[in-house]
C-alpha cells in the first residue's frame, strides 16, 4: 500500500488527464470515413454530420458502425483501466481513501473531452457516448452490459438513436457515483474535497455528453428527430453483400 498527497503527486493526474484527452482525440470515424472516400470528404459531410457509431452506420453499414463502435469504446477503456491498474493500491493521505477511482474518473473525462472536443478538429468532435461507455465499462462492467442491452433493445423498438444513447450512460454514472460513495462509507472513509472532485468529474462526463446532443435532444422534443432503423441497416447490408457477389460472377 502506497499514501500520496495531491501536493506530492499532482504531476501524475496531469499526466493522466493530457495522456486521455489526446488518446480521446483520435476520431476513427473520420479516418476511415476519409480512407472510404478517398480522401475526398469525411463523415461530417455525410447524413446528421456527426463524425460516430451511429451516422457511420447510417453511411456505410452496420459493420463499419460496429468497427467505429469498438474503437470508440476503447478510447475509455484504455486510459481509464491503465490509470485503475497504476493506482490500484495509492491512497490518500489525508483520509485513506483509495485514488484508483478519482484516477479513473479523471481519465475518463480527459477522454470524453478529447473525442468531444479534439483539438485538431478546431474542438468540434463527436457527441462521446461510446468512449462514455468504455469508460463506465471499466468503472461498473456488470451495469454498463445491463443498461447496454437496455438501450439496445429500445433503439430497435422505437428507433430512437439519442435517447437510448442516454439510456446506455447517464445511469451508469448514477450508479458509479453511489457506489463509490457507499465504498467510502462502508469503510468509514471521511469525505473530503478529494470524494467530491471524483463525483463531480462523472457528473461532468454526463453533462459533457448531454451538452453534444442539445440538437437532437430538440429534435426529440419536436418529434424531429432522426431514425436509427438497425433492422433496416441490417437488411441493406445484407442486400448489397447480395450485389457485389452477383457482380463478381
Not at 455525410?46 to 457509431?53: A, K, L, R, V
Not at 468532435?125 to 451495469?143: M, N, R
Amino acid at each position: 500500500m502506497k499514501t500520496m498527497s495531491i501536493s506530492n503527486g499532482w504531476y501524475y493526474f496531469v499526466v493522466i488527464a493530457v495522456c486521455s484527452y489526446l488518446i480521446g482525440c483520435i476520431n476513427f470515424a473520420i479516418i476511415i470515413s476519409r480512407v472510404k472516400n478517398h480522401g475526398e470528404k469525411d463523415i461530417r459531410s455525410i447524413g446528421s454530420g456527426n463524425p460516430g457509431m451511429l451516422n457511420m452506420s447510417r453511411a456505410y453499414g452496420m459493420k463499419v458502425g460496429v468497427l467505429i463502435l469498438f474503437l470508440d469504446i476503447m478510447k475509455g477503456v484504455v486510459p481509464c483501466l491503465t490509470a485503475k491498474l497504476i493506482f490500484k493500491n495509492v491512497y490518500y493521505s489525508s483520509n485513506g481513501l483509495c485514488l484508483q477511482d478519482t484516477a479513473l474518473a479523471l481519465a475518463g473525462l480527459g477522454a470524453v473531452c478529447g473525442h468531444v472536443f479534439p483539438f485538431w478538429l478546431k474542438f468540434k468532435g463527436g457527441k462521446g457516448i461510446s468512449t462514455t461507455i468504455g469508460v463506465f465499462l471499466v468503472a461498473q462492467p456488470l451495469w454498463v452490459v445491463i443498461f447496454g442491452v437496455s438501450a439496445i433493445v429500445f433503439i430497435l423498438l422505437t428507433n430512437m438513436g439519442s435517447m437510448g444513447s442516454f439510456i446506455a450512460t447517464t445511469p451508469s454514472a448514477i450508479v458509479t457515483c453511489y457506489k463509490f460513495y457507499l465504498k467510502c462509507v462502508n469503510n468509514a472513509i471521511t469525505l473530503n474535497w478529494v470524494f467530491y472532485v471524483t463525483q463531480f468529474m462523472v457528473f461532468l462526463i454526463i453533462v459533457i455528453t448531454w451538452w453534444a446532443h442539445r440538437v437532437n435532444i430538440v429534435r426529440l422534443i419536436k418529434g424531429e428527430e432522426h431514425p436509427t432503423n438497425w433492422l433496416q441497416m441490417i437488411k441493406n447490408m445484407k442486400f448489397k453483400s447480395k450485389l457485389k457477389k452477383q457482380k463478381n460472377k
